[in-house]
């Protein structure tokens, strides 16, 4: 039934209507104003899969801190079926990068301080009965760095370090691919010079194609990072090449800001906040400067969140195909390699030019809107300046 019409005395309907015609404008100057912001914690999403995942309350115990200094002790290996017969230099000169690529990544707040043991240490077993071509299990992987732990014992106190890089011969076409090595801290574990070997990446052949940035890709799994590629299908149909922890050889592979503030590399004030109704006009600045504001949050749900940042062909997106505000949805609730987070795309209809794939093109430019059909959720790019981007988030 149709609600009955409210019915007012003259003065009450004269109140009525002032306060009707300043409501929404001092509902949109309080929204605006520093003192009515949301707090950043507001925006902050819990995890709920048990891993790698979006959310703020990474188990400080299964990874490493993503802050200060991480002290990596890198191990070159060969085998019985694959000896080496080359100079570890080479390897550790091709792996060098890494270190200084995540320093301008987290804008100086964590540093790889990487010392290589150069000499081969030959493990016990043949590459090939590892079991990387055959779908690596824990045990097997665990296996692997107890051997090559225990190969370079001897030669080094590892009661020094956070954790390894394990880099076998090129010769051992076996060890295919590179995977992280996560402690369970259920199991005896391996341990040397009374320490455990909590963290690790165990390099493979594809080194040699993705580069230094398979260390950092990697190294982003120890500080509780998921992937953002696809397990299954396309591969990079959820971030395309935004973010290394999505396609590796990306042409935007800067970490996300939503990343960053997770890791600790930008602070709350950073953080402009929208989580629930209301609006909020937010200056950002490009990610890519680390400085102002980097990521406007606004929530959605209980895991659930959209993020608009800004995007510039600078730093390690030099080559982005599209420049403007990247605009993507995040869940936490949502396990590594099913996409805990989706990039909105601005321009599905346009056709990337070489080398770019379609979602590359996503960012936004001044007068798009973004909406949630779902919750009504809209972010609008209002204007674009020298060293960032303007927008507005609303909820009804």
């Known amino acids: 039934m149709p609600a009955q019409p409210l019915r007012l005395r003259p003065l009450t309907a004269a109140f009525a209507l002032v306060a009707a015609l300043t409501a929404p404008a001092a509902a949109e100057a309080a929204t605006q104003s520093p003192s009515a912001a ?21 188990d400080p115990r299964q990874f490493q801190r993503a802050t200060g200094t991480r002290k990596v002790l890198t191990l070159f290996v060969d085998f019985p079926d694959a000896p080496a017969t080359e100079s570890t230099r080479p390897y550790a000169e091709h792996l060098a990068p890494a270190a200084r690529w995540l320093r301008q990544a987290s804008h100086g707040h964590v540093r790889l301080d990487v010392t290589s043991l150069h000499r081969w240490n030959r493990m016990p077993a043949d590459s090939a009965s590892y079991g990387f071509e055959r779908g690596l299990t824990f045990e097997a992987h665990e296996t692997y760095v107890r051997d090559a732990v225990t ?4 030669h080094v106190d590892f009661s020094r370090y956070d954790m390894v890089h394990i880099v076998p011969t090129r010769a051992a076409a076996a060890i295919t691919f ?21 963290w690790g990446v165990t390099f493979g052949q594809d080194l040699w194609r993705w580069g230094h940035r398979v260390a950092a890709h990697e190294t982003g799994h120890t500080f509780g990072l998921p992937d953002l590629y696809a397990f299954a299908g396309d591969t990079h149909r959820h971030t395309g090449g935004w973010d290394v922890m999505g396609d590796i050889a990306g042409r935007a592979p800067q970490f996300l800001g939503w990343h960053a503030w997770k890791l600790g590399w930008i602070r709350d004030g950073q953080v402009a906040c929208l989580p629930g109704q209301g609006r909020r006009t937010v200056r950002l600045t490009a990610v890519e400067r680390g400085g102002g504001t980097q990521i406007a949050v606004l929530r959605t749900g209980g895991t659930t969140a959209y993020v608009a940042e800004s995007r510039r062909a600078e730093g390690h997106d030099r080559t982005a195909c599209s420049t403007g505000v990247l605009i993507y949805r995040i869940d936490s609730a949502t396990p590594t390699g099913e996409g805990p987070v989706r990039v909105m795309n601005a321009a599905p209809s346009t056709t990337p030019p070489p080398g770019c794939a379609p979602l590359d093109m996503a960012a936004h430019a001044p007068g798009q809107t ?8 809209k972010i609008t790019v209002i204007r674009r300046g020298g060293s960032g981007d303007t927008i507005r988030l609303s909820r009804p």
């Open 370 to 377: 973004f909406t949630d059909p779902g919750t009504g959720a």
């Open 151 to 154: 190969a370079a014992d001897p």
């Open 38 to 58: 949301a707090p950043a914690s507001d925006c902050a999403l819990p995890g709920r899969t048990g891993w790698t995942d979006e959310g703020h309350d990474t």
């Open 178 to 198: 590179s995977p992280t090595y996560l402690f369970d801290p259920g199991t005896p574990g391996v341990r040397a010079d009374g320490r455990r070997v909590k």
